[in-house]
Structure formats: structure tokens, C-alpha cells
């Protein structure tokens, strides 16, 4: 999985610029897209509302870049995480979790982001990130059906889309465990998930 979508072109002072995204995205995941408002996203970051248009031309373009760094970031780890050849099914599939759930516990603003509010993209915006996404998937059912050939596409997808949703959950919330155990944790569970489990009925 390679990087496919450029990141967008950045305006006004880095300076200024950073700290507007960094609360924009923890807005994003604490209330939702809808319910963060511009001048509560320039509050947070201690500048006006208004001055955040020298940075972004609006809030869903905060959301699209958000989504689009976030692609960008879990494509690099799994790259990374899948480069070495003549990886078995299993250790493939386990370097995917385990790269995965690093990314996104080091990022759990940005990926709550990416996982939850991609359906609110403008609509002009959306396609290439849904493509992304995707892709995503795909790599993921690819990994777990060398695993488990036994499962159908509707199930692996099932399954995989569970996996995604209960690593999105630990990024909602503080831990009180230190961050390498719970991604040793988290990792763990989602492979016992992922090989455990009984298949999901298919409804085929």
C-alpha cells in the first residue's frame, strides 16, 4: 500500500498553522464534525475565527486533510511493516495489526478522524479518500484470507471492519495503561479476534 494522495498545500505560518489542526482534530474526535464549531476550534487554538481561513479555507478542509494525513500516515507504516519478502501468512497478517495499531494509538486523533467522520467530506473531496480507504480494506482481507482461506469476502470484510472499529475505540478515550502495552494489548486481542472467532454467518 503506497502514498496516492498528496498532502494539501499548506498556507500562512507554520507556526499558527499547527497548533489550528492539532485542536481542530481533537475537537473532531471529543464532539464530532458537526458539533465543533469554527470559533471553538480558533478558542482552543488561541487565535481568532476568523483568522483560521488564512490557513484553511474552511472547516470541512480541515476534516479532508485530516482524513488525507491519516492515509498517508497508516500507508507509510504499513509499507514499512510489510516490506521485508518472504513474510508467511501469518507473520504478514500479525506486522499489519501490530503496525496498525501503533499508527493509530500515535495518532488517535487523526484516525478517529479517519475511521468516523470520512462520510462528513465535502462531497468533491471524498472520492479519492474513499478510494484509500478502500484500498485499506482490501490490503487487509488480502492479509487475513492468506491466514484464513476458509472465509468469504462479506465475512473477512466483517471482520476486518470490527478489528478497525475496536482499535478506533482505544483513540476515544484516555488509557491509564502506558502506550507500548496497551498497543502490545490491543494488538493481541485483535489477532485473537481475527483468528479466534468463529467465522460470521455469511448471508449468501
Given at each position: 500500500?503506497?502514498?496516492?494522495?498528496?498532502?494539501?498545500?499548506?498556507?500562512?505560518?507554520?507556526?499558527?498553522?499547527?497548533?489550528?489542526?492539532?485542536?481542530?482534530?481533537?475537537?473532531?474526535?471529543?464532539?464530532?464534525?458537526?458539533?465543533?464549531?469554527?470559533?471553538?476550534?480558533?478558542?482552543?487554538?488561541?487565535?481568532?475565527?476568523?483568522?483560521?481561513?488564512?490557513?484553511?479555507?474552511?472547516?470541512?478542509?480541515?476534516?479532508?486533510?485530516?482524513?488525507?494525513?491519516?492515509?498517508?500516515?497508516?500507508?507509510?507504516?504499513?509499507?514499512?511493516?510489510?516490506?521485508?519478502?518472504?513474510?508467511?501468512?501469518?507473520e504478514a497478517l500479525d506486522r499489519l495489526v501490530r503496525a496498525y495499531v501503533r499508527v493509530a494509538?500515535?495518532?488517535?486523533?487523526?484516525?478517529?478522524?479517519?475511521?468516523?467522520?470520512?462520510?462528513?467530506?465535502?462531497?468533491?473531496?471524498?472520492?479519492?479518500?474513499?478510494?484509500?480507504?478502500?484500498?485499506?480494506?482490501?490490503?487487509?482481507?488480502?492479509?487475513?484470507?492468506?491466514?484464513?482461506?476458509?472465509?468469504?469476502?462479506?465475512?473477512?470484510?466483517?471482520?476486518?471492519?470490527?478489528?478497525?472499529?475496536?482499535?478506533?475505540?482505544?483513540?476515544?478515550?484516555?488509557?491509564?495503561?502506558?502506550?507500548?502495552?496497551?498497543?502490545?494489548?490491543?494488538?493481541?486481542?485483535?489477532?485473537?479476534?481475527?483468528?479466534?472467532?468463529?467465522?460470521?454467518?455469511?448471508?449468501?
Amino acid at each position: 500500500m503506497s502514498r496516492n494522495l498528496a498532502s494539501v498545500p499548506k498556507r500562512g505560518r507554520p507556526s499558527r498553522r499547527e497548533p489550528i489542526f492539532a485542536s481542530a482534530l481533537r475537537l473532531f474526535r471529543e464532539r464530532g464534525f458537526h458539533a465543533t464549531a469554527i470559533n471553538e476550534i480558533g478558542a482552543d487554538a488561541d487565535v481568532t475565527g476568523p483568522a483560521i481561513y488564512s490557513h484553511f479555507e474552511s472547516k470541512g478542509e480541515l476534516l479532508a486533510e485530516a482524513i488525507r494525513e491519516g492515509c498517508y500516515r497508516i500507508g507509510n507504516a504499513l509499507n514499512e511493516a510489510l516490506a521485508e519478502e518472504g513474510l508467511g501468512p501469518d507473520e504478514a497478517l500479525d506486522r499489519l495489526v501490530r503496525a496498525y495499531v501503533r499508527v493509530a494509538l500515535e495518532n488517535a486523533d487523526m484516525n478517529a478522524c479517519y475511521v468516523l467522520e470520512l462520510r462528513n467530506v465535502e462531497s468533491e473531496r471524498r472520492g479519492p479518500l474513499q478510494r484509500a480507504a478502500r484500498r485499506l480494506l482490501d490490503l487487509w482481507r488480502e492479509k487475513l484470507t492468506a491466514v484464513r482461506p476458509e472465509l468469504g469476502r462479506e465475512q473477512a470484510d466483517t471482520m476486518v471492519q470490527m478489528a478497525i472499529f475496536s482499535i478506533v475505540s482505544l483513540c476515544m478515550l484516555p488509557s491509564r495503561i502506558d502506550r507500548e502495552s496497551l498497543i502490545e494489548l490491543a494488538s493481541q486481542q485483535v489477532m485473537h479476534g481475527l483468528l479466534g472467532a468463529d467465522p460470521i454467518p455469511s448471508r449468501l
